[in-house]
């Protein structure tokens, strides 16, 4: 069991920020990647559907020996965690990524914290519910920016579109006075520097891998699963092959990926 990989899933590239951040955090590990590219964009589909979708790709997952699964999608976060914890979790360790941001925050306690992610994200609430609990003397205000996931999946990062798209987006009234932003999309962190830059530097950005890293590092050794055997096998599909996927996930593995199409939806 130990040597078995950590799978993790996404709509598509954006898994790849929080993946990269379990690289550096426990570089022992093999990971088994899926993104999700022949439905992408979640973030504008029905809940039901992010379950269905979500169901198949973790029973994907367990067919290569996952022996945690980690949901590294807000929008399937949110929207299928539970399900996925009612179906699978007496066959696997199963983690999200908005419980490990929620529980840093709530060690912060800033006065004012602003979420940004997709339309599925957002309008689930599930952020505020769970700051509710966890933070309640924290102001929260939240905001989809649903074109953020087809620009950066575009490849439009560090140019005029894309920071006029960001400038536009969060001079939003709302997010006057926030101490933290969340980047409420595991796409996000690809463009989290010109995010900072937008805030002069000013405001704490927050993502969820180092948050997600930790508390995958603690239930591996919890439950005596770290891999110890100096073997690492990393594996990454994708449902439909995309050339900015193969581009970005070398840019984070150091060209050193083998990148699969697992055709699971025919
Ligand atoms: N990266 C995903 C998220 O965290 C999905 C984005 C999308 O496909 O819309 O929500």
Not at 12 to 19: E, I, Q, R, S
Not at 80 to 95: E, G, P, V
Not at 114 to 143: C, F, N, W
Not at 201 to 206: D, G, L, R, S, Y
Request: proline content about 3%.
């Amino acid at each position: 069991m130990k040597e078995h990989p950590i799978g993790i899933f996404d709509s598509g590239v954006g898994g790849l920020t929080v993946a990269n951040a379990i690289k550096q955090a426990l570089p022992g590990e093999s990971l088994v990647y899926f993104g999700d590219t022949a439905h992408l964009p979640y973030g504008d589909k029905s809940a039901e559907a992010i379950r269905y979708y979500s169901g198949r790709i973790t029973e994907f997952l367990l067919s290569h020996n996952s022996k945690v699964v980690l949901v590294a999608c807000n929008s399937a976060s949110a929207s299928a965690f539970d399900s996925l914890k009612i179906r699978f979790q007496d066959r696997t360790i199963l983690i999200d990524v908005i419980d490990p941001v929620v529980d840093y925050l709530g060690r912060r306690n800033f006065r004012k914290v602003g979420i940004i992610g997709t339309k599925r994200t957002i309008t689930s609430g599930t952020y505020e519910q769970k700051l509710r609990d966890k933070a309640p003397a924290t102001e929260v205000v939240s905001m989809a920016t649903p074109l953020l996931v087809p620009m950066i999946e575009e490849g439009f990062i560090f140019d005029d579109i894309s920071n006029a798209i960001i400038r536009t987006y969060l001079s939003n009234n709302s997010l006057s006075e926030i101490e933290a932003l969340v980047l409420g999309c595991t796409h996000y962190p690809i463009i989290k520097n010109q995010i900072s830059r937008f805030f002069n530097f000013n405001v704490e950005v927050v993502d969820s891998g180092r948050n997600v890293s930790q508390i995958l590092r603690e239930i591996l050794e919890k439950n005596n699963l770290v891999n110890d055997s100096g073997k690492v096998h990393d594996q990454f599909f994708i449902s439909d092959y995309t050339p900015y996927f193969e581009k970005i996930a070398r840019m984070f593995f150091d060209g050193e990926i083998n990148l699969q199409k697992a055709d699971i939806w025919s």
